[in-house]
């Protein structure tokens, strides 16, 4: 399998494949959250035992996923229902280091893989269960979470709506966009996951005892709302309301961070946060009289000035198609970029070598 995952070095290449080498991670997830987060832990040298249900992983039906997901793993099928299945899972539990899981609370207990009683067969284990909205209520919990949704069933678009995250994304007249890409089976799930999964296995090495970790996919999200968190509350300092997610600081109210039409119906993605990037745009664009036009400069995105320069702006963006703008800023360090489409990205030497299978492509080592 090709390796994305490199260095150059004097010595030649720098592998990151072996970081996690020695690490036997035992798989119950499926669909996308969990194959994902264990894609990442293979992709670094971890072992990965798959065991599906009888009927399979649903994400089969879906082909080039699977695929995807699950390459490279050890895959086994048990009937979850019998316990001469369970029983084998409890084998490969023995001596794993790690064991995911992606049920609803309770199913686990259930099907007598909880905590206690594999902890009792090996205390190191590090338990990872991915779900929705989070634990439930009770002593149980461990914590003091109040709302009975740990046992409804939901997808990304579920968990992204309760979040608050998908009411960010609209368009610029203010219209629900539907994205096409999990963020929180992703970035709620997978990378969360993965990260308290590597914290808790240092945990266990140090102190000789594993521990069953809950990540809530919708927590989580909830978490990654930073920016619109802080940057709504800067905006309602200086206008005295809170902006819809289309006039955000960073959601299109500012001239120097928003997107831009061409000509041609496609759009340039305009990230001149920082005065000289602005300044540097404005040469770009011929246009020397919105230099001074910045909010580093005090002009604020609801003053007329400010609307004014996003205003020209547009219009020069509008008057040339998408072609133009490229060759005009290619060699224009300024946080100016086309908005390319997934086959234009595909072709884009930036990503030559990403579709290999490996998810952590984009990780670089330097030695």
């Known amino acids: 399998m090709p390796n994305n995952i490199s260095s150059n070095t004097s010595s030649g290449i720098a592998q990151m494949t072996d970081c996690l080498q020695g690490l036997r991670v035992v798989d119950l997830t499926r669909n996308l959250p969990g194959p994902f987060a264990t894609r990442l832990l293979a992709d670094l040298g ?27 793993k050890t895959i086994e ?5 019998d316990p001469e299945g369970i029983e084998s899972i409890k084998t490969h539990l023995k001596d794993a280091d790690v064991m995911l899981d992606s049920f609803r609370p309770g199913v686990l207990e259930g099907m007598g893989l909880d905590a206690k009683t594999l902890h009792a067969i090996n205390p190191k284990l590090v338990m990872v269960s991915i779900t929705g909205y989070g634990l439930a209520t009770g002593d149980d919990a461990k914590q ?9 069933a939901g997808h990304d678009i579920n968990f992204m709506a309760m979040s608050g995250v998908l009411d960010q994304l609209k368009t610029a007249e203010g219209e629900q966009a539907m994205p096409n890409i999990q963020f ?8 969360t996951a993965v990260i308290a999964l590597l914290a808790s296995v240092l945990a ?28 709504g509350t800067l905006v309602k300092s200086f206008s005295g309301q809170t902006p819809p997610p289309q006039y955000d600081f960073l959601g299109g109210l500012l001239p120097c961070y928003r997107l831009y039409k061409t000509a041609d119906d ?14 540097g745009l404005c040469d770009v664009l011929a246009l020397p009289e919105l230099k001074t036009k910045h909010w580093q400069l005090g002009i604020m995105p609801n003053m007329p000035d400010s609307k004014a320069a996003a205003k020209t702006v547009a219009e020069t963006f509008a008057s040339q198609p998408l072609a133009h703008w490229q060759q005009a800023f290619e060699s224009a360090d300024v ?13 884009h030497p930036l ?11 984009g990780w670089q080592l330097f030695e």
């Open 204 to 231: 266990a090495e140090r102190t000789g005892k594993g521990r069953h970790v809950s990540v809530s996919m919708t927590h989580s999200l909830y978490q990654h709302m930073i920016m619109p968190k802080a940057t």
């Open 184 to 191: 929180a089976d992703l970035a709620g799930g997978s990378d």
């Open 77 to 81: 099928k048990y009937d979850f229902r």
């Open 351 to 361: 990503f030559a070598h990403q579709d290999q299978h490996q998810a952590t492509a």
């Open 335 to 347: 946080c100016v970029t086309p908005v390319l489409t997934l086959e234009e990205a595909k072709a």
């Open 144 to 152: 003091e979470i109040k709302h009975e949704w740990a046992d409804k």
């Open 266 to 279: 496609r759009y340039m993605a305009v990230g001149s946060l920082e005065l000289k990037f602005w300044q």
């Open 46 to 72: 971890a072992e990965i035992i798959k065991i599906e249900p009888m009927n399979g992983d649903p994400a089969r039906a879906l082909g080039g996923l699977f695929e995807a997901l699950n390459h490279g």
